[in-house]
């Protein structure tokens, strides 16, 4: 019988923070193929381990070759043999990788233990359940702190209610000082077309539709394009090109809506021409936007949740804004 013998309760350091070998454990079951269901049983009963829901089974050279879920036993003769009952992996990930794709890898394939492999493919520990919930709370949190302009990891965020001033307001601030930085950037856009918001002042009602929009079609790409790109593996010109078509289509209708709306409120056909464009044009525009920043910054390898909330928002309003002035201007 050969059993993984944990020098501590997780793997040991060496690997990069955040990685899938940070968080591996080496407490778990490790087997020959020729070891007995019985064999198992002894050494399952000898103490507490990590994760028993699965035995790794390897050859005398440490290579995984198959995996044994716990519930066969409940079926078998405890005399049969590991390698008589094995599966192949489902999948195998390295410890360099980062821990995300763990979690992302494990929804994909249906399990709910992952099995850690070098690259010679020798069975070097394993990503358990309870790692695999932690890591999938912290990825949400974080996505939820990018996404709300704060800046920290995911654990982050449960100590800011109770942390000094100096940390929050560190944590806080930089996305809002960028945000009203753009706010006053909107407000000098807005005084360039001072003549035309003077001649036309029902143009300044509809300024608040376009930008929230714009706002809202690009928060629904963000979100459906981080987590597209974290559990797919797509292609970038077909996916945004699937975005354009999506993007006119939303378009059409919102500015259809907005057109009706704009022209029962102001009585203006020119005014509700404007809105409806600007509704089309900024709703495609942000569609596209939207998800090309994530895929961008993923090409960059940097974490495309990066491109959800403050920096997106802030180039949507600016472009929004400013096509509809535009509009304005061409048609009034």
Do not use: C
């Amino acid at each position: 019988m050969s059993v993984v013998r944990p020098v501590t309760r997780e793997a040991p350091g060496g690997y990069p923070e955040e990685s899938i070998g940070s968080i591996m454990s080496i407490d778990v079951l490790k087997a020959l193929g020729t070891d007995s269901l019985r064999d198992i049983l002894h050494v399952i009963a000898d103490r507490s381990w990590d994760d028993v829901q699965y035995v790794y089974v390897t050859d005398r050279d440490e290579k995984l070759t198959g995996v044994v879920d716990l519930s066969a036993f409940a079926k078998a003769d405890l005399s049969v043999h590991l390698e008589e009952l094995m599966e192949k992996p489902r999948v195998t990930v390295r410890p360099e990788s980062d821990q995300e794709t763990a979690v992302v890898q494990a929804i994909k394939h249906d399990v709910t233990a992952v099995p850690v492999v070098d690259d010679d493919h020798r069975f070097i520990g394993a990503v358990t359940p309870r790692k695999i919930i932690d890591v999938m709370h912290q990825e949400h949190l974080e996505d939820a702190l990018l996404a709300s302009g704060i800046r920290g990891r995911g654990s982050h965020i449960l100590r800011l209610a109770t942390s000094r001033y100096r940390e929050v307001l560190f944590s806080r601030a930089p996305w809002l000082i960028f945000g009203a930085v753009v706010g006053l950037g909107l407000g000098l856009l807005a005084s360039l077309f001072e003549r035309t918001l003077q001649e036309t002042v029902a143009l300044a009602f509809f300024i608040p539709v376009v930008a929230y929009i714009a706002d809202s079609v690009g928060t629904q790409a963000e979100a459906i394009t981080v987590r597209a790109l974290a559990t797919l593996n797509i292609k970038s010109r077909m996916y945004m090109m699937r975005e354009l078509i999506i993007g006119l289509l939303l378009g059409v209708m919102l500015g259809a809506l907005g057109w009706v709306g704009a022209l029962l409120i102001s009585r203006s056909f020119d005014i509700a021409m404007v809105v409806g464009l600007s509704l089309f044009a900024a709703s495609t525009i942000a569609s596209v936007l939207a998800s090309l920043i994530p895929i961008t910054l993923k090409a960059m390898h940097v974490d495309p949740a990066l491109g959800a909330g403050p920096i997106a928002t802030a180039l949507q309003d600016v472009i929004s804004v400013l096509i509809y002035f535009l509009f304005a201007m061409a048609l009034l």
